[in-house]
T-cell receptor, first 114, second 112 residues
Framework: EAQVTQNPRYLITVTGKKLTVTCSQNMNHEYMSWYRQDPGLGLRQIYYSMNVEVTDKGDVPEGYKVSRKEKRNFPLILESPSPNQTSLYFC?????????????FGAGSRLTVL | DQQVKQNSPSLSVQEGRISILNCDYTNSMFDYFLWYKKYPAEGPTFLISISSIKDKNEDGRFTVFLNKSAKHLSLHIVPSQPGDSAVYFCAARSFGNEKLTFGTGTRLTIIP
């Protein structure tokens, strides 16, 4: 089944404790992206990657890091989480092609930072 | 700066009637628009899209209308069904830019 898999789905952590949210896709997509969803703010892009070793900042990159060492994986790293990073996170991927860029999303990772 | 706006946070519609969800945008460079649907505890899923060269696109019960001069698009669902209850996100993209900019979402509730 074609899908984007995120782990963990739920996580409660404390301020300053480094964590990584993994994202993997099995569709051979070049493009991958991380979004966070917050009430009243919709989905905001954190980072994106056009291909292996190519990453760039989205709208809200502060406090996050990413890497793209393999085409299928795009982990989101919070080096020193803070309470304002409590949110619902989505990883998404798509092909790079002219016309429709239809993102396929993972099921989401709900993160709480105490 | 919210470039894609969905001004109605919620909408309730009787089953069988038409649901109309609205979306406004400010960036005139946007040339492709999409609607995503999201159920609780799931990721958003693609529903329907429209290119700026069209003013209407239809897929079964779902129709998206685009008014470029007003920078406005709408999603019509006819007839509405209980399974349509979800949060709907409008999204937009500009040519040559893979990034999708999302609106804040509208929670649609279909009343049986």
């Amino acid at each position: 089944e074609a899908q984007v898999t995120q782990n963990p789905r739920y996580l409660i952590t404390v301020t300053g404790k480094k964590l990584t949210v993994t994202c993997s896709q099995n569709m051979n997509h070049e493009y991958m992206s991380w979004y966070r969803q917050d009430p009243g703010l919709g989905l905001r892009q954190i980072y994106y990657s056009m291909n292996v070793e190519v990453t760039d900042k989205g709208d809200v990159p502060e406090g996050y890091k990413v890497s793209r060492k393999e085409k299928r994986n795009f982990p989101l790293i919070l080096e020193s989480p803070s309470p304002n990073q409590t949110s619902l996170y989505f990883c998404a991927s798509s092909f790079l092609q002219s016309g429709a860029n239809v993102l396929t999303f993972g099921a989401g990772s709900r993160l709480t930072v105490l | 700066d919210q470039q894609v706006k969905q001004n109605s946070p919620s909408l309730s519609v009787q089953e069988g009637r038409i649901s109309i969800l609205n979306c406004d945008y400010t960036n005139s460079m946007f040339d492709y628009f999409l609607w995503y649907k999201k159920y609780p505890a799931e990721g958003p899923t693609f529903l329907i899209s429209i290119s700026s060269i069209k003013d209407k696109n239809e897929d079964g019960r779902f129709t998206v209308f685009l008014n470029k001069s007003a920078k406005h698009l709408s999603l019509h669902i006819v007839p509405s069904q209980p399974g349509d209850s979800a949060v709907y996100f409008c999204a937009a993209r500009s040519f040559g830019n893979e990034k999708l900019t999302f609106g804040t979402g509208t929670r649609l509730t279909i009343i049986p």
